[in-house]
C-alpha cells in the first residue's frame, strides 16, 4: 500500500546561518549604530534585543527578511511578547517550532478524514502522522489539500512510498 508522512521539521543550520546573517547586517547598517541592538540563538529559540521597540521591530523584519531567503518558514517563529528589561532595553523571545504537537496532528488526522477520498486512512505517530491509501494518486490528492490548507506552522512531506 502507497504511503507518505507529513511531518514538521525546521533546518536549523539555515536559521543558524540566518541570524549570523542578520546579526551581519545589524552591526553595519546605521539605523542600528548605539541602539545596542542584538541577535543571539539559544537551544530552541532566538533572543532578540534593542533599546525601543520600534528599533526591536526593524530587527524582527531583518531577521524575518533573512530567514525568507534562506526559505525558513516564517509558521516556524512563535513570537513572544516584549519584556521590558534593564537600562531601558526591551527583549523578544521567539520560539523556534519544530515537530508536529498533538493538537496539530489532531487537526491534520482531521481534516484527512473530512476531505480525502474514500480509502484513505491516517494515524498519527510520535511527531508524525503517516498517511495510507489504495491508490498513489489518492496521496497525492491528499498532499495537495494539506498544501493548500494553513495549519499555522510548515509542513513536509517525506517517505512516499508505493
Known amino acids: ?7 514538521s521539521k525546521l533546518d536549523l543550520q539555515e536559521v543558524r546561518n540566518a541570524v549570523d546573517q542578520a546579526r ?11 541602539t545596542g541592538s542584538g541577535l543571539e540563538q539559544g537551544e530552541g529559540e532566538i533572543r532578540l534585543e534593542s533599546s525601543t521597540e520600534d528599533r526591536l521591530r526593524a530587527l524582527v523584519q531583518v531577521l524575518e527578511e533573512k530567514l525568507v531567503k534562506r526559505r525558513v518558514s516564517l509558521k516556524a517563529l512563535d513570537f513572544g511578547k516584549v519584556e521590558e528589561g534593564s537600562r531601558g532595553v526591551v527583549h523578544q523571545t521567539v520560539a523556534l517550532r519544530a515537530g508536529l504537537d498533538a493538537d496539530h496532528a489532531k487537526a491534520v488526522n482531521k481534516w ?10 491516517s494515524q498519527t505517530q510520535g511527531d508524525q502522522v503517516r498517511v495510507t491509501a489504495k491508490k498513489r494518486d489518492d496521496l497525492q490528492a491528499v498532499i495537495a489539500g494539506l498544501r493548500q490548507e494553513d495549519f ?11
Open 112 to 121: 484527512i478524514k473530512e476531505h480525502a477520498q474514500k480509502g484513505v486512512s
Open 1 to 7: 500500500m502507497p504511503t507518505f508522512d507529513v511531518v
Open 24 to 34: 551581519r547586517e545589524v552591526a553595519t547598517r546605521f539605523d542600528f549604530k548605539d
Open 152 to 162: 499555522g506552522i510548515p509542513l513536509q512531506f517525506e517517505n512516499f512510498r508505493d
